[in-house]
Nanobody, 112 residues
Framework: QVQLVESGGGLVQPGGSLRLSCAAS????????MGWYRQAPGKQRELVAI???????NYADSVRGRFTVSRDNAKNTVYLQMNAMRPEDTAVYLC??????WGQGAQVTVSS
């Protein structure tokens, strides 16, 4: 089974940017959906952004226009570029393949 490993999390000030990466242990071209969810303390896991195999994307309303998801099938990697970040973006960000396989998560904290 494919393994997903996130990287790039950390502490950022409000208004700042981070880029998360999700490296897969095998070819991701066959997965219809690759993307990101997040879970904040005491809250349910929620969709952040996904990209389908044919390039269609879907974003949560709260991040649309600020975050960009992209997948590089040649590198077996999925990215999440996060700009204009807000304190409410603080969460553990999880990479997913087909909403069935999950990474361990990367902590993102937005605070001054």
């Amino acid at each position: 089974q494919v393994q997903l490993v996130e990287s790039g999390g950390g502490l950022v000030q409000p208004g700042g940017s981070l880029r998360l990466s999700c490296a897969a242990s095998q070819n991701i071209a066959g997965f219809n959906v690759m993307g990101w969810y997040r879970q904040a303390p005491g809250k349910q896991r929620e969709l952040v952004a996904i990209e389908t195999r044919d390039g269609r994307t879907n974003y949560a309303d709260s991040v649309r226009g600020r975050f960009t998801v992209s997948r590089d099938n040649a590198k077996n990697t999925v990215y999440l570029q996060m700009n204009a970040m807000r304190p409410e973006d603080t969460a553990v960000y999880l990479c997913t393949a087909n909403n069935a396989i999950w990474g361990q998560g990367a902590q993102v904290t937005v605070s001054s």
